[in-house]
């Protein structure tokens, strides 16, 4: 096990079974797999998370944001409480731009278009979001893939960050995504569709603009 930061790239693959994408004096940008929480839930049987994988490797990381369990892609992750604070001020002031794939059971009309429904959670237990009138405002574009009409495939970006707010928004217009375990009545196999594919900011700390792209998964690469 690496003994603070040194090791640190060879540690978190063996450790956290996840991709370090960045690594930077104050922060990691790390890929989390599909069917892993990002920080603890409820219960005991919910204690296996992205985070306390890291935190076996260094303490002192903390989450900075966070993928649904089902979601797959990039994470920040701050290597300490003062890096903690400015970068969660970048998302506090949506000054960071994320980019997901997906893969939905319909296609959309259209080639590009915005989903503006405001959002509430529904549901408790397993938690269900979806529009409501005395919901939080929630903005996504969308742009197929490509420009065939019949594309299932989505480029995302959300420009707020509510709960499952792009599987909710997708489930509300007709076109939940494919292997959705909550939003899509198909029961397709293998991992869900989305994948939190790029990250952009301007870093606090040098303030040069940050670019982050991982992989295509598994399920996106070409056969």
Known sequence: MASGFEGLAAAIPQLAGCSLMLE??????????????????????????????????????????????DTSGL??????????????ALFEARQVQKLYLADVIRPLSGRRGRIQLPLARLQRLPPVYGPHPGGKPSFTLWRKWSPDGDCRRLWLRPLTGRSHQLRAHLAAVGAPICADPIYSACNDPGPMHLHAHALSFRDPFDHRRVRVRSELPIWAQPD
């Open 75 to 88: 994470i920040l992750v701050a290597r300490n409480q003062g890096s903690l604070r400015c970068l969660s």
């Open 24 to 69: 930077h004096p104050q922060y990691l940008v790390v890929e989390k797999p599909s069917g892993l929480l990002s920080q603890p839930g409820l219960g005991s049987h919910q204690n296996d998370s992205l985070i306390t994988r890291l935190q076996r490797c260094c303490p002192e990381l903390r989450l900075v944001h966070r993928l649904d369990r």
